[in-house]
């Protein structure tokens, strides 16, 4: 076991339904690849099935990890992602979606390594994106904007809008528009400051699972921090097609999946 004041990170990893072969693949990585008094594992699992509980049952005996929340029911992303937060005690934290993977030793420094000789206004690292059409991660909201507007997180400056004035322009590009690109690092895998997710109270109690990677970009562009792009140095992200449903603002609290 390892102490989480003298490590710098916790991994977290979230795990849905019966998948061991991806809870496998994703855990293990980890284990292989990364320093074990490095970093803290801790798992997040909803509505996981036998085989799966029985894979986290042997490695919790075993010490390969430090925390396990489980729910029987599937909670969703975000408000699990709520419950392993409020015990993180290292400086970072490290995400993984249970289709996301490390594949070489060299991944710990690459994320890890860059996140402690960064400036303190570089909160994020992870594989920068960027997304034009609101439609594509929020589908249910009819006025993004607007819903950042009335988010505790918001900070005054313009959200992304195609309309004049976003982003606080007004002929972007030299298109007479607004600036609409949302720039987010990719939710399959990214690392952050601990700090930082207390201080947004992050994830918004909002969002359930869809457009979260992309509300959380625009969360740290609101306190004037900034995303590094690395990539995804010896990270696979996303391997896997989306499962259950995309997790909407209108669906139910419980329900729904990764």
């Avoid at 408000?79 to 030793?105: G, H, K, L, N, Q």
């Avoid at 002929?171 to 997710?197: I, K, N, P, T, Y």
């Avoid at 740290?220 to 997790?247: E, H, L, T």
Wanted: net charge negative.
């Amino acid at each position: 076991m390892t102490n989480g004041c003298t490590v710098p990170v916790t991994v977290c990893v979230l795990l849905y339904g019966e998948h061991p072969e991806l809870a496998r693949q994703c855990i293990e990585s980890v284990r292989r690849y990364c320093p074990r008094g490095q970093y803290r594992l801790n798992v997040g699992s909803n509505a996981i099935g036998e085989t799966t509980r029985r894979y986290l049952n042997e490695l919790r005996c075993g010490g390969g990890l430090e925390q396990w929340l489980d729910s029987e029911q599937n909670l969703n992303k975000c408000p699990m992602m709520r419950r392993m937060f409020a015990t993180i005690e290292t400086e970072f934290i490290w995400w993984f979606d249970d289709d996301s993977y490390v594949t070489s030793p060299e991944a710990f420094e690459a994320w890890v390594g860059a996140a402690q000789r960064s400036p303190v206004d570089t909160v994020m690292w992870g594989q920068l994106a960027c997304c034009g059409s609101v439609e594509t991660f929020a589908p249910d909201i009819d006025d993004a904007p607007g819903f950042v507007r009335s988010a505790a997180w918001y900070r005054g400056l313009p959200p992304p809008d195609w309309r004049p004035g976003g982003k606080g322009e007004f002929d972007f590009r030299g298109c007479g528009s607004g600036d609409g690109e949302w720039l987010f690092a990719v939710g399959g895998c990214w690392l952050v400051r601990a700090s930082a997710m207390r201080a947004l109270d992050w994830p918004d109690r909002r969002v359930i699972k869809m457009g979260d990677d992309v509300f959380l970009g625009e969360a740290v562009r609101q306190q004037g921090w900034r995303i590094k792009n690395i990539g995804s140095p010896g990270v696979v992200i996303n391997s896997s097609a989306r499962r259950g449903d995309p997790g909407l603002r209108v669906a139910s609290e419980v329900g729904g999946a990764l």
